[in-house]
């Protein structure tokens, strides 16, 4: 007999679904979809995207259901993001769908409903690896195609309690990316494919991951300068200037680098920024689906390690970056325990 916990997430981009045992909390059935992007668009609205949520809920539970469907299973709680932030304030339509289908399916289950947000399900997505303390308090960024966050943030049985150190002033880490991918005619998302054409992500021939180092390059490759104050981001800029070379013909690849570098070297200054007169805070956190990207993990440990070596800096699992529901399933184990 398998006691489980489910989580739902309903993202701007991904349907996912994560089940994890009762007795440990460890991961047990997960299941996600991208939701479909016609070739050439940046986006969704949000109305599309809550119509697709929809349309593949029970698709993503029947992917969820088919590694345990011949055994028992017993469903002892749900968690769901039902908001972008932990704040009365943060609110989008697409967790609409994920917290109905939640509200249903635990009323027919007679179990506990355990509401948190996104944010909150990708900081307990990178701490499933990493086994925070509890009270304890980290600097946490959360970098993704809706978010640009510098957090300082603390585990309690509820979550987490977070405080909001630096934002992105314009644009997110991801829609850079997204938009000079998209420019390059790349699919969107574009993360993995951009990164691909920058020299990093898997080597065709043997399967095994590859990072791009850019002190190999070309002192003259095209790059892009980082524009920070404080804990504060802004890629508007650079992603105008990124956009402006790939019309003027600069090789996609060097385009590609000089955009992971630049969000590589705005997160180490932010991160360092938010850091000073933080003497109890030893730990930092990068989570999201930007920071499954190998090269921006590489370059901000190299230069962290050099302007803040005290300073542990650990990143949620590749695998769980990007969106997913593991983080959320993990909040609502933790409150049942």
Known sequence: MLELVLGIDTSNYTTSMCAVSLQDGRLVSEARRLLPVGEGERGLRQSDALFFHVQQLSDVMSSLMRPIVS???????????????????????VFLAGTRFAETFAGLCGVPLVRTSHQEGHLAAADYDLDLAFHK?????????????????????????????????DLNA??????????????????????????????????????????????????????????????????????????AGVPGPEVARAVFTCIANSLVKAIRNAALG??????????????????????????????????????????????????????????LQ
């Not at 699992?317 to 993990?330: C, Q």
């Open 278 to 335: 933080r003497p109890e805070v030893t730990t930092c956190v990068l989570a999201g689906g930007v920071m499954a990207n190998m090269s921006i993990r590489e370059r901000v440990v190299k230069r962290l390690g050099i302007v803040l070596p005290e300073l542990v800096v650990r990143f949620a699992n590749p695998a769980f970056s990007s969106d997913n529901a593991l983080g959320v399933a993990t909040i609502a184990y933790r409150f």
């Open 71 to 93: 055994r028992e299973v017993i469903w002892r709680g749900i968690g769901v993001s039902v908001r972008p932030r932990p704040l009365a304030t943060s609110y989008m339509p």
């Open 137 to 169: 308090p980290f600097l946490a960024v959360h970098l993704s195609g809706g978010t640009s966050d510098v957090l300082c943030a603390v585990r309690t049985k509820f979550g987490y309690q977070i405080e909001a150190l630096g934002s992105s002033s």
């Open 174 to 247: 991801g829609q850079f990316v997204d938009r000079v991918g998209v420019a390059l005619g790349l699919p969107f998302p574009a993360g993995p494919h951009l990164e691909r054409l920058a020299g990093g992500g898997l080597n065709v021939h043997d399967g095994r991951l590859q990072t791009f180092d850019d002190s190999a390059h070309d002192e003259d490759e095209f790059r892009l300068a980082a524009s920070v104050k404080g804990a504060n981001m802004s890629f508007s800029g650079p992603c105008s200037a990124a956009l402006r070379a790939v019309d």
